[in-house]
């Protein structure tokens, strides 16, 4: 704790950092998750590839999927950044699809009869029923992502693992702990955040 109060600019520039590589993967991996998710949802063949597929990446540890990548991406934030992406899918995709197969049919039928378009429903009605198991979805990405972007500092992508991997490799415990506090911190205001934003949405 030492150097958390002695260096506060250090530790808040590395947990900047941290926010901007966790908040630029979510961005990005729910934008692939919500088309996924819906595919899964309607289709339940395809539906099981996609699963299944994903499932596969997901079980690949962490430093091996960023040794796997730096052939193609090489060392820093792109190859930290693809697979924090890579990563939250399993996730984001499993709610996306469970929170739309458990949407009212006659709420869906409601709304058609109403005169809404296929669009129209699934943005006006069947999105907004889902919202709270997908939201549940994303927590848990974003506290899964907050966690495996500290092994990123291994791959010179920094964030907060930066200090954790210095304090380990020059016997720094002060540095290594101010690190790890500030990533626990994080992902529990983050937890408790997206926690309230799913109980409104329930």
Request: proline share 4%; charged share 10%; with cysteine.
């Amino acid at each position: 704790m030492d150097y958390l109060l002695q260096h506060p600019a250090t530790v808040g520039w590395r947990l900047l950092q941290h926010v901007e590589l966790v908040g630029a993967a979510l961005v990005v991996a729910c934008a692939i998750a919500l088309p996924l998710g819906v595919l899964v949802a309607r289709k339940r063949r395809a539906g099981g590839v996609i699963l299944a597929g994903l499932n596969v990446i997901y079980t690949i540890p962490s430093l091996a999927l960023f040794a796997l990548l730096i052939p193609l991406l090489g060392i820093g934030t792109w190859t930290a950044l693809v697979a924090l992406v890579l990563y939250a899918q399993t996730v984001l995709v499993r709610n996306v699809a469970t929170g739309l197969r458990g949407v009212a049919p006659a709420l869906v039928d409601a709304a058609r009869g109403l005169g809404m378009s296929p669009t129209q429903t699934f943005w006006r009605v069947e999105v907004p029923q889902a919202m709270p198991v997908i939201i549940g979805g994303v927590r848990l990405a974003s506290i899964a992502l907050i966690s495996l972007a500290t092994l990123a500092s291994w791959i010179d992508a920094g964030g907060l693992g930066a200090l954790v991997l210095y304090g380990l490799q020059h016997d720094d415990p002060s540095r290594a702990v101010a690190g790890a506090v500030a990533a626990a911190f994080l992902a529990i205001t983050v937890d408790v955040g997206l926690r309230t934003l799913q109980r409104r949405f329930s």
